[in-house]
């Protein structure tokens, strides 16, 4: 019998992150629940104290140049979930994940840039009135990835 969730995977990664260390967290957080990949699209990761993991090691990291590069090279199949504090994005407390879906984060100063809000097939949010940061907003995502699991 095979395992209804034998055939799904997610990865997460940062557009143009501002600060190395919300990296770093992100990636060890990442790991701990059950992340296939982790990517950047623009900054580049560079080795944090903070990645006590060391993920970048322990799973498969990719590095895009700009979003264009990135959004021609989301796997099959997969769909692409924007994380933004937006008026017509769907709340992440009634949210049903994909199986196989790539989440993407914006840096706090400037979020998710227009072509990224564009091409997301998905649009979440929280409820929280100011954004938070950004390690800490993917965390929540992939725990609500774990709690609810994806049924589509």
């Given amino acids: 019998m095979i395992d209804n969730f034998e055939n799904e995977y997610f990865?997460?990664?940062i557009q143009?992150?501002?600060?190395?260390?919300?990296?770093?967290?992100l990636w060890r957080t990442a790991q701990n629940l059950g992340a296939s990949f982790i990517f950047t699209i623009g900054n580049r990761y560079a080795k944090q104290a903070c990645d006590t993991h060391n993920a970048v090691k322990a799973m498969p990291y990719f590095h895009?140049?700009?979003?264009?590069?990135?959004?021609?090279?989301?796997?099959?199949?997969?769909?692409?979930?924007?994380?933004e504090l937006t008026e017509n994005a769907q709340p992440l407390e009634t949210f049903n994940h994909p199986r196989r879906c790539v989440y993407?984060?914006?840096?706090?100063?400037?979020?998710?840039?227009n072509a990224a809000i564009d091409k997301s097939h998905f649009l979440v949010k929280f409820k929280s009135e100011l954004s938070l940061?950004?390690?800490?907003?993917?965390?929540?995502?992939?725990?609500?990835r774990g709690i609810n699991k994806p049924r589509s």
């Fill in 133 to 144: 940061n950004v390690s800490v907003a993917g965390s929540i995502v992939m725990y609500d």
């Fill in 16 to 25: 143009n992150g501002k600060t190395p260390e919300n990296l770093g967290v």
């Fill in 104 to 113: 993407l984060l914006g840096a706090e100063d400037h979020g998710l840039s």
């Fill in 11 to 13: 990865g997460i990664g």
């Fill in 64 to 83: 895009y140049e700009n979003f264009e590069e990135f959004y021609k090279n989301l796997p099959k199949g997969a769909r692409l979930v924007g994380v």
